[in-house]
């Protein structure tokens, strides 16, 4: 069987993984939160918002639609609600003195970003079997060797060495956390990038 990796396609763009994991402590402690159990809304901590409104990153609107395949039958059903990615362009005010503004202003000069956000997972967890309506953008902050995304039959760790990653996520995947500490990525939504 022959592999091919180009749903996860490494870019040309670095950032410093000391400033990233410094950059969210700061947010923890600016939000009281003691680590992953504190965070709600699917376990996404938002940097950017519909501007002026607070609301468009709580409850489903932190997560966004998505596809799936719950049961055995294979039927596909989607799952909350379309939300406008292209919306979502206003940096929170409370971020903006840590380095993810910086890691921000970099990415939006280069892609055209929807959500970003810093996503959570626990220890010895996984996320559903899906696909989005878009590729993701990946900066690993935190991870460990059984921290694997698998998009349809291909499995890949991403390290938390300062790199950006793209992944196909319009096609089926899922990411799980084997590993026994927390997996903390970057990630945004990409709206102008296509994979060939």
Known sequence: MNLNFDDFQKQDVKFDIKELKKGYEEILRMQNFSGIEGVSNFSAISLT???GDPNSIKGNKA?????TKPNSSG?????????????YSEFIDDYKETYFKEVYDALSSKYKLGRVRILLKEPRSTLSWHRDPEPRLHIPIITNPGAIMVVENIAKHMP???SVWITNNTKYHNAFNGGEENRIHLVACVLD???N
């Open 193 to 195: 990038y296509k994979f």
């Open 63 to 67: 997560r966004g639609v998505f596809w």
């Open 75 to 87: 039927k596909e059903v989607i799952r909350d609600q379309m939300i406008d990615e292209a919306a």
């Open 160 to 162: 938390a060495d300062g």
């Open 49 to 51: 918002q519909v501007p």
